[in-house]
């Protein structure tokens, strides 16, 4: 019997005995341990199809360089990209709102993320009837290095893992008060556009936002949708690995646009 006593005591963890504590503390230790718990449950449960992901952050920036789209250097280029129209405001309708955050000279896209943002605002909005919100759209390369003297973890401007956003093809959707069912429909209308091949998609969940990289195809395909294919590209799969990514995207915004 003493033996039997034994064992059952070896096998069960040692918890620290209950030291005598003022109430307040009590109670904020007891929350404290309760976030992390409800954190950890979380991101056990739920792992989005979309997490970002090294892979995905260097097939973004394959696919901008086979698209010959140039990394946007300064606000000088980036105004004269605007009166090319090779660069266009962001679309600021019923369907599409832009954060107040974001300022006026970085509210700019390539044609076709702003005929993508149309479209996705307009059937979220026939849905659910609310917009979708803005929250990034291009930076420039001086734009970059300021962020990476300010933090040490701020992605690079140039290179395979440079941000997305120095193109100006890629903005970021804000999930910020969206229902369950609005972030599932998001989550499925996206990534059946990422597997036909039309964008690339990273769900962010420090920032809360989606970000999203229009390929040239997509608005290809709506001027000839019949003669159009689709470039075929590697569909991104949940990587455990997304630290890479979700790093440079991070770093490369201001917390929180
Ligand atoms: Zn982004």
Redesign the pocket.
Known sequence: MVVLLLVIHAAVPKVASPKPVARGQAQSKHLKSKTRKHRRVSWVFFRSPLKGSRESLLRQNLKIDSENLERIADSEQLQSLVQENALVSLPETRYIAVSSKLPQDRRYCRPRTRIFLEEFGEDHYRRFGRSLTVT?AVRTVDFQKTLQRRNKNAASESGELA???LTGA???VGKRGMSPQQLKWVRNYLLEMQSSGFIDV?E?FR?S?F???VYKDYELARVAPATVAPTPVETAAPNPDHNASERA?DA??TPPL
């Open positions: 990034s941000s997305p956003h890629t903005v970021d990273e962010e920032q936002v970000h999203v990289t995207h490369s915004e």
